[in-house]
């Protein structure tokens, strides 16, 4: 049936799949993407929405090196909302609400349109190692297919398990079975696993619902998009979504079904995310509180069908009903499906590789909720950059990572294989310290360079971004060349109560202040008739106020990173012998053998690696 060869064979087409195989085939690599179920490729298993808090930087950052993200989420988007505006750059994140079934079958089509990519609808129940080589996958109807490389992107279906109440039963996600084999035969391989969970909140109709009762949430004015491409166009028109709150009576119709939930009960023993909690264990957890925000998402352009953001439960169904009747615009609120929890096993990702490679065996990737996230976006970048990676070892080519300082992608992965995870990772402004640096609007000039030389940017792409860099790059320049005169700028500064100016000065100068934007500055004739003469778009324009504005912080930040990445470029000897590092504390010595750092800049980020361990590793290795 498969006679052929495959370079990469991909594991599940969720978010990290669907990326995977699309950047393996892309690159030029023969792919073969096989899942349980070709019509749920890229379904949103839990909300409708791409983007948000950091998140909304990787879906640019993978946009950026050629991957789907950013378009599907363009074409699919039924409201757009740049979070955080009235923060300083480094901080705004673009988020999408999605039409549920568009992005499935956008991602479904993107898919079938790619050169080099086959699929097949089946359940991987193992794997075919030789040694310590993978060689292909095993099906549950016993077919074997042969590859070069494998990537794993099993999501929550590995040995899943839902909870409704007091009702457990086998799944990956309502209405899908379980996937089984594989864990066994990873953890019969020397692999450790663990067990992790995640919710979801019910889905109700949304012709049973009270809007007048509750607060709109509109998108932008003026909305932009994910893509850096000219592909997709931002929204003409948009759906809103609504605002309610739970209260206390909400709180005590919860409380009574605690005997019978999982998560109290002991029946659910793994650990969830924190930062998205159940609303059980908000109440729980956060008792003085009265009242919990419930975000009302509609699931498309025309479905009646409605998310209940910030109500995930895995309660009994009565319980979740009851409760929701007594919130605000919900008194006749009719089910869809109830929400439930799912447990699902999960790999520690300190047995990975920076390429996401497995240390144990050779060409075998892992990406996505297998490495212990949570989130589409978080694995998304995984799926594009395990895809890379598979590709270039069948093409007996360099690796392909990124730094800290160079994407958010690149501090994910490298959290993710240094320091590991216990519980459901998801991706934080605050775990970046190059936030500045990596900030959502300048994705393409950091990244796009490095996907075209990969093959997986276009030439269009690159092209498009070069004339953006140099566009405002040009902009930058007329700022600090062109001179303003008291007359004409005073009547802008006493308008936002700032100091006057006496005589003529330089355009940059009085631009660089804090509480002067663009829009200040555009009042200006010589600006705003620049603007116009060289038909500069948002971008370009955006771009150049960050680099007035912020010149200070980003030169700052990037010779903080020049200074710490210098640590990047000493490697540590492969299979180096801890052990004889006497002077080194005990804990740094064993957390130093298992993780088995590549550089010394990686071992200073591993927990429990003090700075003295780090200097009597240096000393040792006679630097």
Not at 556 to 570: C, G, S, T
């Amino acid at each position: 049936m498969f006679n052929e060869v495959y370079d990469v064979i991909v594991v599940g087409a969720g978010h990290a799949g669907s990326e995977a195989a699309a950047a393996a085939a892309n690159m030029g690599s023969k792919t073969l993407l096989v899942t349980m179920n070709l019509q749920n490729i890229a379904q949103m298993s839990c909300n409708p929405a791409m983007g948000g808090i950091a998140k909304g930087q990787i879906v640019r950052e993978i946009d950026a090196l050629g991957g789907y993200s950013g378009i599907v989420s363009d074409t699919s988007a039924i409201q757009f909302k740049m979070l955080n505006k009235s923060k300083g750059p480094a901080m705004w994140s673009p988020r999408v609400q999605s039409d549920r079934m568009r992005f499935a079958e956008d991602w479904r089509l993107l898919l079938e349109q790619t050169d080099n990519l086959d699929f097949y609808q089946e359940m991987v129940s193992g794997l075919l190692i030789e040694g310590n080589e993978v060689i292909g996958v095993k099906t549950s109807l016993g077919v074997e297919i042969r590859s070069k490389t494998v990537v794993l992107t099993n999501g929550t279906f590995l040995n899943g398990l839902i909870h409704i109440g007091d009702k457990n039963f086998g799944g990956g996600r309502a209405g899908e079975k379980a996937a089984t084999g594989i864990t066994e035969q990873l953890v019969d391989l020397g692999f450790d696993s663990g067990r992790m969970k995640t919710g979801t909140p019910p889905r109700v109709d949304g012709r049973s619902l009270d809007y007048s009762k509750m607060v709109e949430q509109p998108g932008d004015v003026n909305p932009e998009k994910f893509s850096y491409l000219d592909i997709t166009k931002p929204l003409e028109k948009q759906r809103a979504c609504h605002m309610t709150y739970t209260s206390p009576d909400v709180h005590n119709l919860l409380r009574e079904g605690f005997d019978r939930s999982p998560m109290f009960n002991g029946r659910i023993k793994s650990l969830g995310p924190r930062y998205c909690p159940s609303i059980e264990d908000k109440i729980n957890r956060f008792a003085d509180k009265d009242r919990h925000q419930l975000f009302i998402e509609p699931e498309g352009w025309n479905t009646c069908e409605v998310y209940v953001n910030g109500f995930s439960t895995s309660l009994p169904e009565d319980v979740q009903f009851n409760a929701l009747r007594s919130v605000v615009g919900f008194e006749n609120v009719k089910f869809f499906r109830p929400g439930y929890a799912i447990e699902y096993d999960y790999f520690p990702p300190t047995q990975l590789k920076h390429t996401l490679e497995t240390k144990l065996v050779n060409g075998l990737y892992f990406a996505g909720q297998i490495n212990g996230t949570t989130g589409y976006e978080e694995a998304a970048s995984q799926g594009l950059m395990a895809g890379i990676n598979a590709s270039l070892k069948v093409q007996e080519k360099d690796v392909f990572t990124l730094k800290r300082d160079e994407a958010y992608i690149g501090v994910l992965i490298d959290d993710l294989i240094t320091k590991g995870t216990e519980e459901p990772y998801r991706m934080f402004t605050s775990r970046a310290e190059y936030r500045t640096l990596l900030r959502q609007d300048n994705a393409d000039l950091r990244l796009t360079p490095k996907g075209f030389d990969l093959g997986l940017a276009s030439e269009k792409r690159l092209r498009r971004m070069e004339e953006k860099h140099e566009a405002a790059k040009r902009f930058v320049s007329f700022f600090e060349t062109t001179s303003v005169k008291p007359e004409e700028i005073n009547p802008i500064l006493e308008s936002k109560n700032s100091a006057v100016v006496k005589q003529s000065g330089k355009l940059f100068k009085v631009f660089a202040r804090p509480n002067i934007d663009m829009e200040d500055i555009r009042q200006v004739k010589s600006v705003e008739g620049y603007i116009q003469e060289n038909n500069l778009d948002r971008e370009v324009v955006e771009q150049t106020e960050i680099q007035v504005k912020y010149s200070g912080y980003i030169a700052k930040e990037k010779n903080n990173a020049d200074k710490l990445n210098r640590l990047e470029y000493v490697k540590i000897p492969e299979n180096f012998d801890y052990s004889k590092i006497k002077s080194m504390s005990f804990e740094a010595r064993e957390k130093l053998k298992k993780i088995q750092p590549i550089t010394v800049s990686q071992a200073s980020r591993i927990s429990g690696v003090s700075p003295n361990d780090i200097s009597v590793l240096l000393v040792y290795m006679g630097r």
